[in-house]
């Protein structure tokens, strides 16, 4: 079932009755009749990768192919059965979900920024209306884990983070810890919720749901190491088309990866800063403060002490 | 062309269009093609986000495009860079015409042959020299003294001086037609930087010839004009000269309003024409079926075929009681006596011409020009059955509608009794749909349709049966239409839903002794021994078993990319119409890159990476035999690829086929900020317009209406908005109307963004929230500045999303040939608050 997409079989092109080994095999498994089963690791057949346990895998959104479409944002919603919000028109641009939130995992900033005068020699791909689909990062380091105290929020077996939500008991510690202000509580029932990177479609071998739908592949769905080498090869590829400003964000040494964060799992191609797109410029984990702060904390206890002792021996005196 | 075509292509020129957000899935070809290379172009009113994703924006006052277009014909043909070679023989642009033409630099504006009286034009000084060019497009009879001199076209082929020199010929009528369309002038009136233009016209040619092609993409944005159709020829021309059809990544790719708009074109909903684009009999001119045939039948193409066609399709309809004796049925058809559109229709519910409607999958309150209008028309009815998946507009403007919340009508004034009848969704059936590029493509129905819905299929063939059980009885002759129509498609399940797969059967056609299904439209004989649903769907459903729209055997990536196991795409399953012209006219390929069909000397046939759209074995040297009559395929000749053309050559100057002129030319909106720079004549002369109250119309740059206004839809909301707004999670991507308002004029009248605003035209008034952005700019209009605004018309009271209704604004008028409004250019003013609201049910 798993024959690469140029492996002639005979029986291929005489079934097809065209052009010989042009077939992916299992094209040919499900077409004139009624499929009435699901297919085993359809991503195969989307995304071109297959979902095994134990590989690392992530989103590389290259927000220069997007056309703000939101398609990523109902397809979540419709998926993970989502409620939608009621917030009205918001007056900044076409976004009217506004940021992530517990009920939206994926979320589609525009940012308008016209320059009339030359818009007959545009960059390639995306100019003057920037769009781009934010989700959670799942991060390699990941804060919102780190600050869970009940070990509801866990690293998968495809490298991605979760949180089990019969296990979180709402103590909102991942919340602050966020250095993207990804993880939300809802008040319906009190308990964080983020972006799962399709969890229970990854286990069926299903792409997520958001790339899926993407019509532009500006949401790339893959192993991180497969879509870490295609990003730098788009880079290459813009920077030698004249769109010099474009650049990764959450690849290591890259901005996004900083404070310790070492990657994140769903990064991204940007062409601005990464605060036009709401993304922090030097996101850090908190974590790496607790020893400066705790070294600060104990040193002024310690001169507290001191200071202390000094006085209170001078009153003895 | 296909859309996955459109990967080929070097250049994409997207106008009349906001692809990306109307039509995501195809743009995703387009930013394959800039993936490959390709220069992708927007011009618009507007800056959306497809103008976000190309090389060039061009920003133009809408309703324009024939300014622009014109421009780019003028600019070819003046700097020479057409691609000769491909035009001449290919376009009938040496063809000779009648020493009588006069376009409208010399005749006020309008093309010779115009009669004030009738308001349209007699086509004689049209005509190639000396015979009259015959079309077989339905409701466009060739309006002529002598139609008989369409049998000329069989005694010899129209006069051409392939020198181009003789003022006559098509190539100098166009470059004095087009002379005045000087880049200054482009700017001048559609307000497009002329330095813009010039990039644009430049980025056009330099992507034409034998090693690049260049599509072109539109939508809505052209049709939605009184001079549409002849926007989409000056594409046409401008394609043609570039030679762009039937090349791999070339041609003209219309771009449908919804899924399968394309199928209910070919299996059509309109009035004027039978499926798969055979003419709907018109009482005067076709009192029976001879007359009909003859009349109709083009003596040399392919469209010879036509009774063939028309005979079986009589025989699908009604069976064995079409018999030759009895003209096959013909009498039975319903015969057309004038205009039976929509808004025709409007006013004979408001006069009480017409009693009852059905509104099936439409939600014509929302949807229709002049919503209120609309109104006051289903109010005039006795009954209405709207079958939809939600409770629209139109099936609740009784007691919500705008002539109640403006306290113009009461409820209990209303007597239209009204049927809302569930509609089952896609996914609830089974069928099929069609795309733009003709594809044709088989759903499985998944799950049934909650509570009472069923389809539309199912709802139309219980009501048929049961009216003709009404009339089983009936010996009247008026009955015959209803008894002798064959209703014997199997019924499956407790619902009996009918086979949606044997009315597909029945569309491919089969043979009337054994019922065997053909093999594809060259089966078909015009004695009765075959029947067919339509004809140019023939061979999707070629044998017992083999449904090939059912098919989804994709290409792999060394494949050709023609995707051929991809579901059916009529006619034949070709891809690229008129493919014939990918090779020169010795039938080689124009070059190794853009290679797609070709003559084969030693098999003695056309092959290569698509199906022919060609006599097979018609060899490229074939020419007719002029010492005797020839018809049909006979009078083309082997290096004329347009093979539906009575001449076998691309139109760039079309003798027949449009009403309002053989070649187009710039006329205003009816409703403008500007007077025509170009002509006396103000606006389309043969546009069809309506007076009646509550449908008056501004005057041309009217101070009470200064601003020029848009309306458009959004990638969030599906049209009318059934589908969309009354699902929560798409209704809050775009929960409210609004209007898109250049910033130099909010700041004028005051307005901020998500403040109330009321724009008025003299048809009615709305509010909505203003969105002021730099994606609109005031544009330089022949001195002076024209604010263009733009409003979504996909709200209404009904769902979640909500809003005024924008086509409250609109007024009807429409395209002389095919009865389309304008909604995308009008004019309105704009004021900021809120309206006083009658009614207390709404939201004041």
């Given amino acids: 079932m798993t024959e690469a997409w140029d492996t002639a079989k005979p029986w291929i092109s005489k079934s097809a009755g065209m052009i010989e080994g042009s077939l992916h095999p299992r094209v040919l498994d499900y077409t004139d009749s009624f499929i009435d089963e699901v297919i085993p690791n359809e991503s195969e057949l989307t995304a071109g990768v297959t979902i095994e346990p134990g590989k690392s895998y992530g989103f590389f959104t290259d927000t220069t192919l997007c056309i703000g479409c939101k398609a990523c944002e109902v397809a979540c919603k419709e998926w993970n059965q989502l409620p939608a919000e009621e917030q009205g028109m918001s007056g900044m641009s076409y976004d009217n979900t506004r940021g992530l939130s517990s009920s939206t995992w994926r979320h589609v900033t525009f940012v308008e920024k016209v320059d009339r005068e030359h818009t007959d020699d545009m960059q390639p791909f995306q100019s003057n209306w920037l769009m781009m689909s934010d989700v959670c990062k799942h991060c390699a380091n990941a804060p919102c884990l780190e600050a869970c105290p009940t070990g509801a929020l866990f690293r998968t077996e495809f490298d991605t983070v979760v949180v089990q939500q019969d296990i979180c008991n709402g103590c909102g510690y991942c919340v602050p810890a966020c250095p993207f202000g990804v993880v939300d509580l809802d008040m319906s029932d009190g308990k964080a919720h983020k972006c799962t990177l399709c969890y229970d479609r990854l286990k069926g071998g299903l792409e997520p749901a958001c790339a899926k739908s993407c019509p532009t592949d500006s949401i790339q769905f893959g192993e991180w190491d497969d879509l870490y080498e295609r990003a730098q090869e788009r880079v290459e590829d813009l920077h030698e088309r004249g769109a010099t400003n474009a650049y990764l964000y959450g690849t290591p040494g890259a901005p996004g990866a900083t404070g310790g964060l070492e990657r994140l799992q769903a990064f991204f191609l940007l062409s601005d800063r990464p605060e036009v797109y709401g993304l922090p410029a030097a996101p850090t984990r908190p974590s790496r403060r607790v020893a400066p702060a705790l070294g600060t904390g104990l040193a002024t206890a310690a001169s507290l002490a001191l200071a202390a002792i000094f006085l209170f021996s001078g009153k003895r005196r | ?844």
Wanted: include cysteine; glycine fraction near 8%.
């Fill in chain 2, 1 to 844: 062309m296909s859309q996955w075509d459109l990967v080929n292509s070097d250049v994409i020129l997207v106008m009349g269009s906001n692809m990306a957000e109307n039509h995501p899935i195809a743009f995703r070809f387009v930013v394959e093609a800039k993936q490959r290379g390709a220069t992708i172009i927007h011009v618009d009113p507007r800056f959306t986000r497809t103008s976000a994703l190309a090389d060039i924006y061009a920003p133009i006052r809408s309703g324009t495009d024939i300014a622009f277009l014109g421009g780019i014909v003028r600019y070819l043909l003046e700097n020479d860079l057409w691609f000769r070679e491909y035009a001449l023989p290919y376009t009938n642009l040496s063809t000779i015409i009648e020493d009588g033409f006069q376009a409208p630099e010399e005749f006020d504006g309008l093309f010779s042959g115009w009669d004030e009286e009738k308001h349209s034009y007699k086509m004689d000084s049209w005509q190639y020299e000396g015979m009259v060019v015959p079309t077989a497009n339905a409701d466009h009879s060739v309006e002529v003294s002598d139609p008989e001199k369409k049998h000329e076209m069989t005694k010899r082929p129209p006069r051409r001086d392939e020198t181009l020199q003789d003022p006559n010929c098509v190539y100098q009528i166009m470059r004095r037609r087009f002379a005045a369309y000087t880049p200054e002038m482009v700017e001048r009136v559609t307000g497009c930087p002329k330095e813009s233009f010039v990039k644009i016209a430049e980025a056009m040619a330099k992507n034409s010839g034998r090693e690049r092609t260049g599509a072109v993409c539109y939508a809505l944005g052209w049709t939605h004009h009184t001079t549409g159709s002849q926007m989409i020829r000056a594409a046409t021309i401008m394609q043609g000269l570039l030679g762009n059809m039937g090349r791999p990544g070339g041609g003209v790719l219309a771009l449908r309003g919804h899924c399968s708009i394309q199928g209910s074109t070919d299996i059509p909903t309109l009035y004027e024409m039978l499926p798969t684009y055979l003419a709907q009999p018109k009482a005067a001119k076709h009192p029976t079926l001879e007359t009909y045939l003859e009349e109709e039948t083009v003596p040399t193409g392919w469209w010879t075929n036509l009774p063939k066609y028309m005979v079986s399709l009589l025989k699908a309809w009604y069976g064995e009681h079409a018999t030759k004796e009895n003209e096959f049925g013909y009498q039975w058809l319903p015969k057309i006596v004038g205009d039976h559109s929509q808004f025709p229709m409007t006013f004979a519910m408001t006069d009480g011409f017409m009693r009852g409607m059905f509104v099936i999958g439409q939600n014509t309150v929302v949807g229709g020009m002049n919503a209120k209008l609309v109104q006051k028309g289903l109010a005039g009815l006795d009954w209405l059955v709207v079958r939809d998946s939600h409770e629209v507009e139109t099936a609740t403007f009784w007691k919500k509608g705008t002539l109640i919340s403006e306290g113009e009508m009461k409820p209990e004034d209303i007597a239209t009794e009204i049927f809302l009848m569930p509609a089952s969704l896609p996914g609830e059936k089974a069928g099929t749909f069609t795309n733009t590029q003709r594809l044709v493509q088989w759903h499985d129905k998944v799950v049934d349709g909650p509570g009472d819905s069923r389809s539309d299929l199912s709802f139309v063939f219980h009501l048929a049966r049961r009216l003709k059980e009404l009339y089983a009885e009936s010996t009247e002759k008026r009955d015959e239409p209803i008894r002798k129509l064959t209703l014997d498609y199997p019924v499956i399940g407790p619902l009996e839903d009918p086979d949606s797969e044997a009315v597909l059967q029945e569309i491919n056609g089969y043979t009337t002794a054994d019922r065997k299904l053909v093999s594809g439209f060259k089966a078909l004989k015009d004695d009765g021994s075959t029947a067919c649903g339509g004809w140019a769907y023939s061979g999707l459903f070629p044998e017992e078993g083999k449904n090939l729209t059912r098919s989804r055997k994709a290409d792999g990536p060394d494949g050709n990319g023609a995707h051929h196991g991809w579901a059916f795409a009529w006619p034949s399953n070709r891809r690229t119409l008129y493919n014939r012209a990918s090779a020169d006219p010795e039938g080689k390929p124009w070059s190794e890159r853009k290679k797609m069909i070709w003559w084969d000397e030693a098999e003695g046939k056309w092959t290569g990476l698509d199906i022919p759209d060609y006599v097979e074995d018609k060899a490229p040297g074939y020419r007719p035999d002029w010492s005797k009559e020839q018809t049909g395929m006979d009078a083309i000749s082997g290096s004329d690829p347009f093979i539906m053309m009575p001449d076998g050559r691309m139109a760039l100057f079309t003798p027949a086929g449009l009403k309002d002129g053989p070649l187009p030319a710039h006329y205003e909106p009816v409703e403008t900020p500007a007077k025509n720079a170009f002509y006396k004549a103000q606006s389309n002369p043969a546009a069809k317009r309506f007076h009646r109250k509550g449908n008056a119309l501004h005057e041309v740059a009217d101070k009470q209406y200064p601003y020029a206004l848009t309306t458009y839809r959004l990638t969030e909301h599906h049209t009318a908005g059934a589908p969309t707004r009354g699902v929560p999670t798409t209704a809050e991507l775009q929960p409210e109307s609004f209007a898109e308002i250049p910033p130099e004029l909010a700041e004028k009248l005051g307005v901020r963004t998500l403040d109330w605003v009321v724009l008025s035209t003299k048809r009615g008034e709305v509010e909505t929230r203003a969105m002021v952005t730099e994606r609109l700019r005031p544009l330089t209009i022949d001195g002076s500045t024209v604010y263009e605004i733009g409003m979504p018309w996909h709200f209404g009271w009904a769902g979640y999303a909500t809003g005024d209704i924008a086509n409250i604004l609109t007024s009807i008028v429409a395209d002389p040939n095919v009865s389309m409004h304008e909604a995308k250019a009008l004019t309105c003013n704009l004021r900021k608050g809120r309206l006083r609201r009658h009614h207390e049910g709404v939201e004041a």
